[in-house]
């Protein structure tokens, strides 16, 4: 099916935002991950970083059931200028280098921010928490092999 994509301001933001009819990219994910395995095999398993995942988590795992989604607990202070700064620089390609007023871009963060661990909670109540491993960021620092071991 054709699925039309506003290309920025406001509409783009709330379709982003929005955590229904994204299947079709996870489905796509899944397609493109099964082309890679068919001549490029990892080891062992695909690991996929992308925090954006939270945002359409139940598309994800309708569509990947055997994954495991690892959800990192990070001090959010530290988080937001991260992702503020992820923002930024994809959304560089469209706007250009400092044309975006920052206090938008962290308001947008501080949204997006929200809705991707109000997803993550919504899932997990509906669904269970079977699909999911809970990492303590600070534990990760301090023992990273034993948290991998986990």
């Known amino acids: 099916h054709q699925v039309i994509l506003p290309i920025s301001g406001p509409e783009y933001l709330e379709w982003f935002l929005e ?5 079709y990219a996870y489905i796509y994910l899944k397609r493109y991950l099964q082309l890679l395995t068919s001549g490029y095999a ?3 398993h695909w690991t996929l970083k992308a925090p954006i995942h939270s945002l359409y988590v139940s ?9 495991l989604i ?18 930024e620089l994809g959304t560089y390609f469209h706007y250009g280098e400092n044309t975006l007023d920052r206090r938008w871009i962290g308001e947008i963060c501080m949204r997006m921010s929200e809705t991707m661990c109000n997803r993550i909670m919504e899932h997990r109540e509906e669904h269970g928490s079977e699909q999911f491993f809970d990492c ?12 991998v071991r986990k």
């Open 136 to 147: 303590r960021y600070p534990e990760l620092l301090e023992d990273p092999i034993e948290m």
């Open 70 to 87: 690892v959800i990192t607990h990070r001090d959010p202070i530290d988080v937001v200028p991260s992702t503020c700064k992820l923002f």
């Open 19 to 23: 955590g229904k009819n994204k299947e």
């Open 59 to 67: 598309s994800l795992a309708k569509i990947f059931p055997d994954a």
């Open 42 to 44: 990892p080891k062992s």
